[in-house]
């Protein structure tokens, strides 16, 4: 294992884009079971750019090639996040500063800690070393939480939630799980999760028990595109085909169901927003979490090798400051002092959009900025450079 320090670091790259919105009532009927409060969580971003430092507390085997990692905080400050939403970790390796994002698995009811599940991807040089290393007494540095692809908990409501995820994209279904159906005593939950095969299911312990707690009210239903002699669940990869059955086959309407959340790789969500707009289900229903794979990126755009005057506007007044070599409009910004905002730093959750009212800007690709935000004149942030002197808007 690399010395707790090595592991830490600075920027770049991985990054999951958070797309969808939320509608719909619905009122199926339950009996109520005694449901646990909720918060709302603080401030999402609480630490600089650098994160906050947390201990590794536990480490078990989540599967095929994947660790899950157990954190707390050392002060013993209280690690708040909304079921669905990520972290940026940021390590150091082999020299290079790297960030990447993994969703909270654990219950956001537990507050002293926080699960992280990491499967190690071909070439994952973070992945690898989380999953090859890290150890209980290791230090990371977070960043977070991030992303809106969440569900509130609501104490006393009653809805319906479907659930598809493929591969690592169970890890913030987990958490959506586990909080909603203690904290919502009459809600029901379905989730269809599909793998390659039996040993690459992440969590199937946990949703088996998960199951029996809340019999009736939480759905699991297994997808394998090579499955073994005698297998129960579905069979093949989740395409419309094999997805539409299994939604026609769930114990409630899928019309009935008030959000549609989707996690995992991109033909994934296509089949899977296919199969429910052809079932009825309305697009405004449908929330997906989308990840890119660092090796699936872009090659970073080169950024200015001298210094770069920035303008920033904030509130009717303006700043003007010098941005280092290669600096970032975030890095710059707050080098200077401003108060910018930014949460996962790694050009996924959008916290960070600036309007660039002049100039030209390096951007990293893909990110999750929408056509109509970048019709709008808007980047990132936390993964644009300046490229010449600029002028951004920032909001107040
Ligand atoms: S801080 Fe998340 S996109 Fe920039």
């Known amino acids: 294992m690399e010395s707790a320090s090595a592991l830490l670091g600075r920027f770049v790259l991985d990054l999951r884009t958070v ?48 660790v899950t990692l157990t954190l707390r905080d050392p002060s013993g400050a209280k690690i708040r996040f909304t079921p669905g939403q990520f972290f940026s970790v940021l390590v150091e390796v082999d020299g290079a500063p790297l960030r990447r994002a993994y969703s909270a698995a654990s219950s956001a009811l537990v507050e002293d800690a926080l699960e992280l599940t990491i499967k190690e991807v071909d070439g994952g040089r973070v992945s690898g070393l989380l999953n090859r290393s890290a150890r209980a007494g290791d230090r990371l540095r977070v960043l977070g939480p991030s992303g809106s692809f969440t569900v509130t908990p609501t104490p006393g409501a009653r809805r319906r939630l479907l659930l598809i995820a493929g591969g690592s994209g169970i890890t913030p279904m987990m958490s959506i799980i586990r909080t909603i159906l ?39 239903r297994l997808a394998l595109e090579q499955p073994p002699e005698g297998w129960p669940g579905a069979v093949g990869r989740l395409v419309s085909e094999v997805l539409t059955p299994e939604l026609i086959g769930l114990p409630w309407p899928v019309l009935s169901a008030s959000g549609c959340y989707l996690c995992g790789p991109e033909p994934l969500l296509r089949a899977a927003r296919a199969a429910l707009v052809g079932l009825g289900i309305e697009e405004e229903t449908i929330h997906e979490e989308r990840f890119t794979r660092p090796e699936q990126r872009a090659e970073a755009p080169a950024r200015a090798s001298v210094a770069t005057r920035l303008t920033l506007r904030r509130a009717g007044g303006e700043t003007e400051v010098i941005a280092a070599a290669g600096a970032t409009l975030l890095e710059a910004g707050l080098a200077a002092g401003l108060a910018m905002p930014f949460s996962c730093g790694l050009g996924g959750c959008g916290a960070c959009k600036v309007r660039l009212v002049d100039g030209e800007v390096a951007l990293e690709e893909p990110n999750c900025l929408s056509a109509e935000e970048r019709a709008g004149g808007f980047v990132l942030a936390c993964v644009a450079a300046p490229l010449r002197p600029c002028t951004i808007e920032v909001p107040a």
């Open 19 to 66: 797309v969808g919105r939320w509608v719909g009532p619905q009122k199926p009927t339950f009996s109520a079971r005694s449901p646990r409060a909720w918060r709302v969580p603080g401030p999402a971003q609480t630490a600089g750019l650098g994160g906050r430092e947390l201990e590794i507390v536990g480490r078990s085997a989540a599967g095929a090639g994947a």
């Open 182 to 220: 203690a904290v919502e005593a009459e809600t029901e939950i379905a989730l269809i999760y599909g793998n390659r095969d039996e040993a690459s299911i992440l969590y199937r312990e946990a949703l088996a028990g998960l199951a029996a707690e809340f019999t009736g009210r939480l759905t699991v």
